[in-house]
Nanobody, 123 residues
Framework: QVQLVESGGGLVQAGGSVRLSCAAL????????MGWFRQAPGKERDFVAA????????YYTDSVKGRFTISRDNAKNTVYLQMNSLKPEDTAAYYC????????????????WGQGTQVTVSS
């Protein structure tokens, strides 16, 4: 079993920055990738970014390319999402997720989910 513990988020002005953290606890040895998703009120949960568990390969949805960066600290089993140049449309609950299978944008492939953290961007 793997537990994901998120931190970060909050209220930020447009153009500002926020960093989210996601610590993976437990049986992490068989994880393949970790991702970040977001969900705005009344909308579906959308893919944001993902990274291979061993580090290196990353993938982003088009709307955040050049603004968001996903990274991983191997020693801490922690994945980060650095979000810069934030826009009001980035406002959502952000969820960390982990999968045993592959790097993917599909939520159903992810086995484990964090509790979510709110990011609100004011205009």
């Amino acid at each position: 079993q793997v537990q994901l513990v998120e931190s970060g988020g909050g209220l930020v002005q447009a153009g500002g920055s926020v960093r989210l953290s996601c610590a993976a606890l437990g049986r992490t040895f068989n994880l393949a990738a970790m991702g970040w998703f977001r969900q705005a009120p009344g909308k579906e949960r959308d893919f944001v970014a993902a990274i291979i568990w061993s580090g290196g390969t990353t993938y982003y949805t088009d709307s955040v390319k050049g603004r968001f960066t996903i990274s991983r600290d191997n020693a801490k089993n922690t994945v980060y999402l650095q979000m810069n140049s934030l826009k009001p449309e980035d406002t959502a609950a952000y969820y960390c997720a982990a999968t045993r299978f592959r790097l993917t944008t599909t939520p159903d492939v992810y086995d484990y989910w964090g509790q979510g953290t709110q990011v609100t961007v004011s205009s």
